[in-house]
């Protein structure tokens, strides 16, 4: 009955962020927009014999990802900040993890369409032959995403009722998602190798996994007493 | 868990998708206090209400008329004391009681690029009812807003949003209605209105709880007023006569003592 | 925490260990490669070991807080994360001072150095969270903490991995017999300041909690 109920909920949180998006279209855009500025200014940034470096790309990806994530994370929430919408959402008599599990896979959804876009063009820019294993590719991107956005998702909601919260999402994320982008990078260069060491990047993978299990997890289990006053 | 020999709380609980949720007949407070710091928003606060009654909350501003309802629609947990939702002491705070308690806070708590329809749909689903359709499109119809159904929330006025937000508070028909200043932003029609809607509330066994300013909307409303002062409650009386000569008549005698404002 | 009449004499026990911390240091032999400069070796594991006591206790005691909301257990948390800064910088200043004489660089992203100093990182926003944060920032710092915890082993698996790519020189030497009492009496030193000082943070969070108590009940 409770995982019907739990399940339902998430979904309702889910389709209704998506509705918004398709129909305002602010946060793909201008996240979007933000990344590829993201990345220009890191090819000028790391430069050698005036052409961008190619090892580079893998770093400059997965610091696109997290700038952009937390700037979508930010705003996500904003909506539900703004008239106070998020008290409502915590009324619902469903288990209250179900709203950040609806909220994960909102912003999971919109960041997935940002890396569509971007990863393709770090290709072009780079020129490096970052499509030679697309699943190893994609896996990675995924778990990796997934273990960044559980985490901010998080503190992102929980930062929603506090003061200084546009600046402090960042501060507090990012030391805990370290490992994420050590391992996002990493696998990436791996990739990126004319002899690619398949074994090192499942590895990398593994780990991510197993991030993204445990952090899920923590996430759940204290979602309510950090949303509760 | 509910009574099974009264036909209309079953009938009431089989509309939450047939699981059982907690019904109560009375809002209890027990000696509660809430601090934020070293700033204190309501002090020793006990009183009770009880089905098929409507309890204003008066005071002035500051006096902790917003955190008693928070506190009352669980979103925040008292600091001292207890709030029991019925007669055998459910101190529980799960979803069970929430599925009972509607709450129109001052925000009005709707998503401005949705529209009225979508609005009401995704709050009817998370909050459970039973069909969330129907009793959408009966909502709108109570609202006089079935013709501007398919308009997203933020071209509508204030005090179109104020009947959809009451709409949605009432969407899931809770037993506990709280409302914090419902009658900003309405004309006269629609204070009108409203009033007539708590009433009809009333006689189906709600219990209502509201702050309001507007003395002269809630008139002839209230059964009885809790009268807040500085975070503490004065007295809770049925109230005879103008509304406005009772809150006078018993805050005059705190405010002309020497009972120094913070 | 510690007894008031138990203070003074640990106090002076910690200052006895600290006086005779530099005899010990210069009568234990000298490592082989390093000379002189290895020496300092004594206060930066002692502290390292002291900002891992203190940032385990400010997890643990953030959880009690997170689900059983016991005051203490906040203050406790308090605390250890002041202190977990404190001795984490200890060793983030000692560490480059020897990496430069023993190794002619200031850093060189060496595992454990490196995973040390992201989790010092961590405490140090769990510190600007509860500044910043405004009214309900404890239970959020809790949260933090306990975030920070879960995250310790990932980030030494991966750190360490990230770095067995670039091999470096190993850190920490082995202990020769006669360099292990130097050790263990500094790091004797070292952990008996950190509950001292614990201790006496902890009695300040405790006595600003009861003046809050005395303000509220004023005017009841």
């Known amino acids: 009955m409770t995982a019907t109920r739990f399940i339902r909920v998430a979904w309702l949180i889910v389709k209704k962020d998506l509705t918004i998006e398709a129909r305002s ?19 000028f940034g790391f430069v050698r014999d005036q052409n961008p470096i190619g090892e580079a790309a893998a770093g400059i990806l997965w610091i696109a990802i997290a700038f952009a994530g937390t700037l979508a994370l930010g705003r996500a929430f904003e909506r539900e900040r703004y008239h106070d919408v998020l008290h409502a959402l915590l009324l619902a008599p469903a288990d209250r993890p179900a709203i950040y599990i609806g909220k994960l896979l909102a912003v999971i959804c ?39 956005a559980s985490v901010g998702t998080l503190f992102a909601a929980m930062l929603v009722r506090a003061r200084s919260r546009d600046v402090l999402l960042p501060v507090l994320l990012y030391p805990i998602t370290i490992p994420v982008i050590i391992a996002g990078v990493r696998g990436t260069v791996l990739l990126l190798q004319p002899e690619v060491d398949v074994i090192m990047v499942r590895a990398w993978i593994g780990m991510l996994v197993f991030f993204d299990v445990v952090f899920i997890t923590l996430s759940l289990w204290t979602f309510e007493p950090l949303m509760t006053d | 868990m509910a009574e099974p020999g009264v036909s209309a709380t079953t009938a009431k609980n089989a509309m939450i998708s047939g699981h059982f949720s907690d019904d109560f007949d009375c809002l209890v407070f027990e000696d509660v206090s809430r601090y934020f710091g070293r700033m204190r928003a309501l002090s020793h606060v006990s009183f009770s209400c009880t089905a098929g009654e409507i309890v204003g909350v008066l005071g002035p501003n500051g006096a902790g008329k917003s955190t008693l309802l928070a506190l009352a629609s669980t979103l925040i947990t008292p600091s001292a004391g207890g709030i029991r939702y019925g007669n055998q002491g459910t101190h529980e705070r799960g979803g069970n009681v929430r599925a ?61 949003r104020q009947r959809l937000a009451l709409e949605r508070a009432l969407i899931h028909d809770p037993k506990l209605v709280l409302l914090d200043e419902p009658f900003t932003g309405l004309d006269d029609l629609s204070s009108k209105s409203l009033a007539n809607r708590l009433r009809g509330l009333r006689e189906n066994g709600r219990i209502i709880l509201l702050t309001t300013h507007d003395f002269e909307a809630a008139e002839g409303l209230l059964d009885r007023a809790a009268l807040l002062w500085d975070g503490e409650l004065l007295n809770v009386e049925p109230v005879t006569g103008s509304l406005r000569d009772h809150y006078v008549n018993h805050t005059g005698k705190v405010a002309g003592t020497a009972k120094v404002s913070r | 925490m510690i007894a008031s009449r138990w203070f003074p004499v640990l106090a002076v026990i910690a200052m006895v260990f600290f006086a005779g911390a530099p005899l010990m240091i210069a009568r234990a032999p000298y490592e082989s490669t390093m000379g002189l400069v290895q020496k300092i070796f004594y206060f930066h594991v002692p502290a390292w070991i002291a900002m891992f006591l203190a940032a385990f206790v400010c997890g643990i005691s953030s959880a009690i807080y997170l689900f059983k909301g016991k005051k203490l257990a906040d203050h406790l948390a ?31 992203w060496d595992a454990r150095l490196t995973s040390a100093l992201i989790l010092w990182m961590i405490f140090v926003a769990y510190q600007l969270l509860r500044q910043y944060g405004g009214p309900g920032s404890d239970k959020l710092a809790a949260g933090m903490a306990l975030f920070g915890m879960a995250n310790v082993p990932f980030v030494y698996w991966s750190v360490n991995v990230w770095r067995t790519i670039h091999p470096t020189t190993n850190v920490v030497p082995t202990l020769v017999p006669g360099m292990s009492e130097a050790f263990f009496w500094c790091s004797a030193a070292f952990i008996l300041m950190f509950i001292l000082t614990l201790s006496a943070r902890v009695k300040l969070e405790c006595h600003r909690a009861a003046i809050d108590r005395l303000y509220l009940s004023l005017d009841d």
């Open chain 3, 78 to 108: 308090v605390a250890a994360a002041e202190l977990t800064i404190l001795f984490g910088l200890i060793g983030l200043v000692t560490g480059p001072l020897w990496a430069r004489k023993a190794w002619g660089l200031w850093w060189q």
């Open chain 2, 100 to 160: 009972n308690i509607g709450m129109l806070s001052h925000d009005t708590q709707l998503y401005p690029e949705l529209t009225a329809r979508e609005n009401l749909q995704f709050f009817a689903g998370l909050f459970g009812v039973q069909d969330p359709a129907s009793c959408t499109e009966a909502a709108l119809s109570r609202s006089a807003l079935r013709g501007r159904g398919d308009e997203p929330v933020m071209k509508f006025s204030r005090g179109m």
């Open chain 1, 25 to 43: 279209r602010e946060l793909v855009l201008t996240t979007l927009f933000f990344a590829v500025s993201c990345v220009l200014v890191f090819a």
């Open chain 1, 110 to 148: 919109l960041l997935a369409v940002v890396e569509i876009i971007i990863v393709p063009l770090i290709s072009l820019f780079f020129q490096t032959p970052i499509f030679r294993h697309p699943w190893l590719l994609g896996l990675l991107l995924a778990c990796g995403t997934l273990g960044f």
